[in-house]
């Protein structure tokens, strides 16, 4: 069983355009998270929700848009897709302030 | 700010060789420490988590060490295998300005030779 997932696994658009990456987990955690793995595989977070509210939003452009519908899914949607986005996107849970568990990647292209 | 840094950055053994791949963290006020593993192209895999309270964590043939005070800790893998090549990942969670986050540290990337 797939504890932590996302969709899609590739995604190749051009600039401009907008989309979504949705995640979902299983495990029953209360806190999702967004990272952003780029070409130099620096792995930073992006955003944290916990009971679907937001908690951690590190300085990232307001084109990336999270929304936790429920607490199993964290998705997000970015406006406006530049090339600087190109990166692999990892979605994670957890219980606040324990181990995180990561899902397979998002392998983001935009040209 | 928390900053994480692993060194070695890469690292190439043989089969069978003991190994300890070392991370300093700079905000000693962590949670916890996690150590993950990423294969190529992949996810990450949580391998051991240190609470703050703890010094060390074993599973299997992987051994993690915290000490907290200094801001570091190790990772020790015992008769490493062909099959341990991958990068892996230290990652504190916590620190006086960095709440819940994880901060992750550059990696090291380890090829175990057969």
């Known amino acids: 069983d797939t504890a932590v997932s996302q969709t899609p696994k590739y995604l190749v658009t051009q600039m401009g355009n907008d989309k979504s990456i949705k995640c979902e987990q299983n495990?029953?955690?209360?806190?999702m998270y967004w990272y952003k793995q780029d070409s130099k595989k620096f792995l930073k977070i992006m955003f944290s929700?916990?009971?679907?509210?937001?908690?951690i939003n590190e300085t990232v452009p307001n084109r990336f848009s999270p929304k936790s519908p429920d607490k199993a899914h964290l998705n997000l949607h970015i406006n406006s897709l530049e090339l600087g986005d190109s990166a692999v996107y990892f979605c994670?849970?957890?219980?606040?302030?324990?181990?995180?568990?990561f899902g397979p990647g998002t392998r983001l292209t935009v040209t | 700010k928390q900053e994480v840094t692993q060194i070695p950055a890469a690292l190439s053994v043989p089969e069978g060789e003991n190994l300890v791949l070392n991370c300093s963290f700079t905000?000693?006020?962590?949670?916890?420490l996690q150590w993950f593993r990423q294969d190529p192209g992949k996810g990450l895999t949580s391998l051991l988590l240190?609470?703050?309270?703890?010094r060390e964590q074993t599973s299997g043939r992987l051994n993690a060490s915290l000490d907290k005070s200094s801001g570091r800790s190790t990772l020790y893998i015992a008769a490493s295998q062909p099959g341990d090549s991958a990068t892996y990942l230290c990652?504190?969670?916590?620190?006086?300005?960095?709440?819940?986050?994880?901060?992750f540290g550059g990696g090291t990337r380890l090829m175990v030779k057969p």
């Open positions: 994670a849970s957890s219980p606040l302030g324990n181990e995180q568990y």
């Open positions: 495990l029953g955690h209360d806190t």
């Open positions: 929700y916990n009971n679907k509210e937001l908690i």
């Open positions: 905000d000693s006020a962590i949670y916890n």
């Open positions: 240190i609470q703050s309270s703890q």
């Open positions: 990652a504190p969670l916590g620190g006086n300005n960095a709440g819940n986050m994880l901060t």
